[in-house]
């Protein structure tokens, strides 16, 4: 595989880069922000609908679903220029990602006119019912019952119990939800995978306050009280939920990569900028001694590494292999990216703890209120201190660091299950 664009790779390119330029939401319109990641607001509907109707949401994907059939290299293509210009696809990246592509591929036929397509246009937003207070990384230990025989019908599913760390739950219209179905099987294979409808009778959101902002909730803790959902909402096969929660195998969740490694690179950006002029006043906001300037060295080696192996993994993944390069980025990117927030906060000082002060993408000097909280890309935003806070996030969200070194270790090296 070339990875130097050949000419049909640059046409794609410039004809991405073209549409971009006349069809991006206009800037007043994107800092309008939003509540949650399931909130689309007026704007972001229209924008994701523009996507999609120009191919451009889903490129990999074949036309009848909205997309242009796109090879990796021209999918890789796409999402680093995506990233590089920090326009987002969707603001209810998990009805995209993940919801979407899982009805695509085990959903009915009505389930993906109603609910695939109509996520894909942004017609619709939805959250993820995974996580319970005692099922985080154990998924398959999640005990939210659904009873089939309920409802007027008696052929309803009637659902119990309860979801933690909910994205967005609180504005979502959907959610794609996790429940045993089946007690008495072994525990992976009594579940079954659900599509609720947030407005049914028996669903209560209880906010959960943000450690870096307590008036903004993005999660959820979900209660759900004899909530009645039709049959025809099963999606996969009753007590096929496993195969359901284990994602899409399309090619675009194996480009999640590129938007976690341009944000490593944008922090090492932000940590040289620290040590240079900042404001352009001729003054840096840290002094750059040898320690400084080693670590923000080591820092962009990794960042550069990770970019290699990105493209490795690309490479096997275009020739049909599971690259296990993936699974080592989501780990390596996610302890890099907090591993330099904390090096940027720690050069401060004292004023690295001003959550108004400067971020990776807030140069020192800068006004706090510049950028708008709630801009798509919001995650990047605020201070070092802020940033230190929520670079746990990924180390967390998609599988822990200790879960993914338990993979790397059983499924890449072969070593022994502890
Ligand atoms: C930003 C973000 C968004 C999220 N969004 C959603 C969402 O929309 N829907 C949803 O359902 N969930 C969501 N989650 C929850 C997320 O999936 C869970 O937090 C994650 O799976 C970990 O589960 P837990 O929090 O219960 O921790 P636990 O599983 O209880 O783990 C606690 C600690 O023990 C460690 N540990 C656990 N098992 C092992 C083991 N076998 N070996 C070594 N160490 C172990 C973990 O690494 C961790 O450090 C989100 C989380 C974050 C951070």
């Known amino acids: ?85 920090e326009v987002p696809r969707s603001l209810n990246p998990q009805g995209l990602s993940i919801v979407a592509p899982s009805i695509v591929d085990w959903g009915t036929d009505e389930q993906r006119e109603r609910y695939a397509l109509a996520t894909l246009r942004g017609e619709i ?16 230990s999640l005990s939210t019952r659904a009873e089939l025989g309920g409802g007027p019908s ?32 072994p525990k992976h294979r009594g579940i079954s995978a659900l599509i609720i409808d947030m407005a049914s009778a028996g669903i209560t959101c209880r906010p959960l306050p943000e450690l870096t902002d307590r008036d903004h909730a993005d999660f959820d803790e979900v209660f759900f009280d004899d909530v009645v959902v039709p049959q025809e909402n099963l999606v996969g096969d009753l007590n096929g939920g496993w195969k359901v929660s284990q994602g899409s195998l399309g090619h675009e969740r194996s480009m999640l990569w590129i938007m976690n490694v341009t944000r490593v690179e944008r922090t090492v950006a932000g940590l040289v900028r620290l040590a240079s002029d900042g404001t352009g006043a001729g003054e840096s906001a840290v002094t750059c001694d040898a320690s400084y300037a080693d670590a923000v060295a080591s820092l962009a080696i990794d ?39 904390l090096l940027g906060m720690d050069a401060l000082g004292p004023a690295g703890l001003d959550l108004d002060g400067p971020g990776p ?6 006004p706090a209120g510049g950028v708008p909280a709630t801009l798509p890309g919001d995650f990047e935003r605020g201070s070092w201190a802020v940033q230190y806070l929520r670079s746990f996030a990924g180390t967390i ?15 890449v090296l072969g070593l022994p299950r502890s």
């Open 303 to 341: 960042a550069q590494a990770m970019r290699c192996l990105g493209y490795r993994g690309l490479h096997r993944a275009a020739a049909g292999q599971a690259p296990p390069e993936h699974a080592i980025l989501k780990l390596f990117a996610s302890e890099t990216e907090r591993k330099a927030c």
């Open 154 to 185: 008696g052929a309803n599913f009637v659902v119990n119990g309860q979801k933690v760390w909910t994205s967005g739950a609180h504005d979502a219209d959907y959610c794609l939800c996790f429940v045993r179905t089946d007690p008495g099987a």
């Open 361 to 366: 993408l807030r140069p020192s000097g800068a």
């Open 397 to 411: 969200a998609g599988g822990t660091s200790e879960i993914q070194r338990n993979i790397i270790a059983e499924r």
């Open 1 to 85: 595989m070339r990875l130097a664009a050949d000419e049909s790779l640059s046409a794609f390119r410039s004809e991405l880069e073209s549409w971009l330029d006349e069809n991006l939401p206009a800037e007043g319109e994107m800092e309008k922000g939003r509540n949650s990641t399931a909130d689309l607001p007026p704007w972001a509907r229209a924008w994701q609908r523009r996507l999609f109707d120009a191919g451009w949401l889903v490129p990999g994907w074949p036309p009848e679903l909205g997309g242009r059939d796109a090879s990796p290299e021209e999918l890789m293509a796409y999402f680093e220029i995506l990233a590089r210009r």
């Open 125 to 140: 937003s939805w959250c993820i019912g995974m996580s319970e207070p005692d099922a985080g990384s154990d998924l398959a």
